[in-house]
T-cell receptor, first 110, second 112 residues
């Protein structure tokens, strides 16, 4: 599996957009980019995934660069409940056999 | 519909004992994966089962094993427990390959 690099931590003001970057420079052509988040002591929660086109759902938007070597998860209006560890994973099928990295700890502040 | 259910939620065992954890996937999901989460090692993949067959396996010793039943429910077993096995064990179910994984709340295992 391709490896990902994420910043260790980020802060965001409540109500502002949170932009979480992820580098995956060795991604293969058939590998998807998945994003999950984990709120303290709970199981990870799926957010969004994409192959090469930008994706949007009710939770977030995923922007993948044209060369697919990096992506950005956007939470458009962050709330305090969005404080969590965010994981970026690349995989050619699903996240079921991936090892999650250390992720980015996002802290949303009032 | 009901989510992924893991039992028990908390467990305390003694070194050398064995333990069995259970996971009931979302109805209709045939793929179940197991993960170990520790503060030092993060969230690590243990194994994945699909239609009662182990399809993928992570880099864990043979003391860690699992199985899946015909109703897709899965169990994982850890034998000869060590202090380092203390962790949150998470189970995830998927409808099929290429879709998102749904995680349970986990089983917090403490080995003393």
């Amino acid at each position: 599996d391709a490896k990902t690099t994420q910043p260790t931590s980020m802060d965001c003001a409540e109500g502002r957009a949170a932009n979480l970057p992820c580098n995956h420079s060795t991604i293969s052509g058939n590998e998807y980019v998945y994003w999950y988040r984990q709120i303290h002591s709970q199981g990870p929660q799926y957010i969004i995934h994409g192959l090469k086109n930008n994706e949007t759902n009710e939770m977030a938007s995923l922007i993948i660069t044209e060369d697919r070597k990096s992506s950005t998860l956007i939470l458009p209006h962050a709330t305090l409940r969005d404080t969590a560890v965010y994981y970026c994973i690349v995989d050619n099928t699903n996240a079921g056999k991936s090892t999650f990295g250390d992720g980015t700890t996002l802290t949303v502040k009032p | 519909k009901a989510g992924v259910t893991q039992t028990p939620r908390y467990l305390i065992k003694t070194r050398g004992q064995q333990v069995t954890l259970s996971c009931s996937p979302i109805s209709g999901h045939r793929s179940v994966s197991w993960y170990q989460q520790t503060p030092g090692q993060g969230l690590q993949f243990l194994f994945e089962y699909f239609s009662e067959t182990q399809r993928n396996k992570g880099n864990f010793p043979g003391r860690f094993s699992g199985r899946q039943f015909s109703n897709s429910r899965s169990e994982m077993n850890v034998s000869t427990l060590e202090l380092g096995d203390s962790a949150l064990y998470l189970c995830a179910s998927m409808l099929r390959g290429g879709t998102e994984a749904f995680f349970g709340q986990g089983t917090r295992l403490t080995v003393v």
